[in-house]
């Protein structure tokens, strides 16, 4: 089908009138405020959120503050100079010399403090490392773009590949978004107005005047997250995800933006049973944030959502004012891909999770696609456990590696897998879409009762690690060694907190950051820690784990859409490399290659929790601290890098991980955890 030039130029001036039709701004107020047009309101048209955030000029001393604190701040993350020029198969994918852009970007001018933002923010996101992101509560996610037709990538019978509308959108959609459906439906042209529900399922044909994969590929460059192409493409389309409170909907890119970007959409469809296209244009509209704060005008605005607040900065915990770290909601937890825990648990467990602009989703899977399986024994939020017909497969839908009690979610992991060993089952599926990551020692503990006691799962059933060795940490160490400045072990340099490669603890005093291990990577020095062992003794364990293998790991299959990350990877890696486990990534582009895992690292952290560490060493008017950040911003680090399973000499956050089987998505699979897990036993487990 030609579409030509003159149409797509009628279409476009459609969806300016369209967009105009939904606009709820009072336009003399706008003119004089931009911020006032929008403030108060829970739906607004995205010019006019955009026209807010570019009315606000660039403060170069707020500027200059932000790019301080990130550069000064990536002196504790691992990647810098790997990401300069990763490895192969990451070559084409991880290639920003982030140094050298930040100081590009501290000499450029731009013409709002938006703009500045978005640059730095896609200059990070270039990483495709989901722990290292610059992400700021003024603009991120303030106001969520949406529309009511998330996307598929559907296989058909004859092995083609297609864009489709999902076939749940409206039902999703009428849900979510009750108040805003009339705007869509009346965005329908003609004889199709109040239709929206017949175009779930339609294969997409074109999309904004192209084929609908340029639009795939456009949102790989700019998604970051993953190193894995076929992971970032995956982002786009919608899926599932086993949440804390029950199964949610995953809107995908092209449906939720956490900026708003686009004004609307233009679709050329061909409807479920119908010959003859359809070309429609559907508005985006934004949403006021769940955790934004209210505002009337721009002073406001800027006043309860821009300005540092507690929990931005870090503190010290020697200080006699100190509430020991710890808003019981940090500004970090907004965006980490896990549900809420206590700050108290996230300061005492180690974590490895990602980041993202969006937060966790909150729309609900539809009830027709959740699975309709009673939980057995076990089950506990993120972690929910089942037995399939064939009365041998079990399932573990696990949503996270992190739960608001440490201990209560290992036990429950535990004894899900003891009642599933109870009903007969003999082989294990474990769904790990779309999560984030988490507790580190989760990972850890979830391998080695699987597995059972072996030289992989003990003492260490995780990898060797190392942190980056740079000046101010080593002297943040001296100070905890030589100035007691951490007397009730709550830093992460803190030597009693680590042991060594051979899984001995250190001692109170010993320098774990001496002597440095040099090294050369891409041209630049740098400097690493002496190989760190077991993050997770034995005593560690809220209980003994079994001393047999609950699952034969041959049989056991790990599932996802390849949004695996942090210590879902950690987890995923070891079970695949060491034990055997087989690995399905579902959907995808079937000629680009499927990962089953990416964004590894060790161990993440934040800015926040490297200044609590500057500060409370007493090191904060060193030259070397980072400054407070003056705004409400999160500055993510991967601060340990594990080495590798099949090469150790080398970060396994380099390595590859190719799916043992992509699963192709059809209408009966699409967002059906159940049917997906039935295909998967037939193909891999049968």
Same mark, same amino acid.
């Given at each position: ?79 810098? $100079? ?78 083609? @590949? ?41 294969? *997409? ?39 804390? #409170? ?91 891909? @896990? ?13 490895? *999770? ?21 939980? *057995? ?126 899984? *001995? ?24 820690? @002496? ?56 959907? #995808?582009?079937?000629?680009?290659? @499927? ?6 690292? #060790? ?58 089987? $992509? ?24």
């Amino acid at each position: 089908m030609v579409f030509s030039s003159r149409i797509y130029a009628a279409l476009v001036g459609l969806a300016f009138v369209a967009a105009t039709n939904a606009i709820d701004a009072d336009l003399s107020v706008r003119a004089s405020d931009p911020c006032a047009a929008i403030g108060g309101k829970k739906w607004v048209a995205p010019k006019d959120v955009r026209a807010c955030y570019s009315s606000i000029r660039v403060d170069q001393n707020i500027k200059t503050n932000i790019i301080d604190v990130v550069n000064k701040t990536l002196a504790f993350h691992t990647s810098v $100079n790997y990401e300069i020029k990763a490895p192969e198969p990451f070559t084409s994918e991880v290639h920003e010399d982030l140094l050298a852009d930040l100081a590009r970007i501290r000499r450029q001018s731009y013409a709002s403090d938006y703009d500045l933002h978005i640059d730095l923010s896609r200059t990070l996101k270039r990483l495709n490392d989901g722990h290292c992101v610059w992400i700021n509560n003024c603009y991120d996610s303030l106001f969520v773009n949406y529309l009511p037709t998330p996307l598929a990538l559907l296989t058909e019978a004859d092995g083609t @590949q297609n864009v489709h509308i999902a076939p749940e959108a409206f039902t999703v959609a009428t849900a979510e978004f009750p108040d805003q459906i009339d705007v869509w439906q009346n965005a329908l042209p003609g004889p199709l107005k109040g239709k929206l529900e017949s175009f779930s399922g339609a294969k *997409v044909l074109l999309l904004n005047g192209r084929n609908p994969f340029d639009a795939v590929g456009d949102n790989a460059l700019i998604t970051g997250s993953f190193q894995g192409l076929g992971t970032r493409q995956n982002a786009f389309f919608s899926s599932y995800q086993r949440a804390a #409170g029950g199964w949610n909907y995953i809107m995908g890119n092209f449906a939720q933006q956490s900026l708003p970007l686009s004004d609307f959409a233009i679709l050329t469809v061909q409807r479920v049973n119908h010959t003859i296209p359809d070309t429609i244009v559907l508005p985006y509209r934004s949403r006021f944030g769940a955790t934004s704060q209210n505002f009337t005008d721009t002073a406001s605005y800027r006043a309860n959502n821009c300005v540092a607040i507690a929990g931005t900065n870090g503190e010290d915990l020697s200080s006699a004012s100190s509430n020991r770290g710890i808003p019981s909601s940090l500004p970090v937890a907004k965006f980490q891909q @896990q549900p809420p825990i206590p700050a108290q648990t996230a300061r005492k467990e180690l974590i490895n *999770v990602m980041l993202d602009t969006s937060p966790l989703s909150d729309v609900v899977l539809p009830p027709t696609l959740q699975p309709g399986l009673t939980p *057995v024994t076990g089950s506990r939020t993120v972690a929910q456990f089942y037995t399939l017909k064939d009365g041998k497969t079990g399932v573990l839908a696990l949503g996270s590696f992190s739960d608001s009690d440490f201990t209560a979610f290992l036990n429950s992991l535990l004894q899900g897998l003891l009642s599933l060993k109870a009903a007969g089952a003999t082989q294990l599926i474990v769904d790990v879409s779309n999560n984030g990551g988490g507790f580190i020692c989760a990972a850890h503990w979830l391998h080695r009762i699987i597995a059972g006691p072996k030289d992989t799962t003990v003492p260490q059933a995780g990898l060797a690690t190392a942190a980056r060795d740079g000046p101010l940490a080593q002297l943040i160490v001296k100070q905890i060694i030589g100035a007691n400045a951490d007397p009730d072990v709550q830093l992460l340099y803190n030597p009693l907190q680590w042991t060594n490669a051979s899984n *001995v603890p250190f001692a109170a005093t010993d320098d774990w950051l001496q002597p440095p291990v040099r090294k050369i990577i891409n041209g630049r020095a740098d400097a690493f820690s @002496q190989r760190l062992g077991s993050e997770c003794p034995p005593e560690g364990f809220p209980s003994t784990p079994p001393d047999v293998a609950l699952f034969d790991p041959k049989k056991v299959v790990i599932v996802s859409n390849g949004r695996c990350a942090s210590s879902c990877s950690l987890f995923s890696i070891t079970m695949a490399k060491e034990e055997g486990s087989k690995t399905v990534v579902v959907g #995808g582009k079937k000629d680009v290659p @499927q990962k089953y895992c990416g964004t590894v690292g #060790g161990q993440s952290t934040d800015f926040s929790t490297i200044d609590t560490e500057v500060k409370t060493t007493h090191l904060k008017n060193n030259t070397l601290a980072p400054p407070d950040l003056l705004v409400n911003g999160v500055q993510g680090i991967t601060w340990r890098l594990a080495f590798g399973v099949d090469d150790p000499a080398n970060p396994e956050e380099w390595q590859d991980h190719p799916a043992d089987l $992509n699963l192709p998505l059809t209408s009966k699979l699409v967002n059906n955890p159940v049917a997906i897990w039935e295909d998967v036993v037939a193909r891999l487990l049968a």
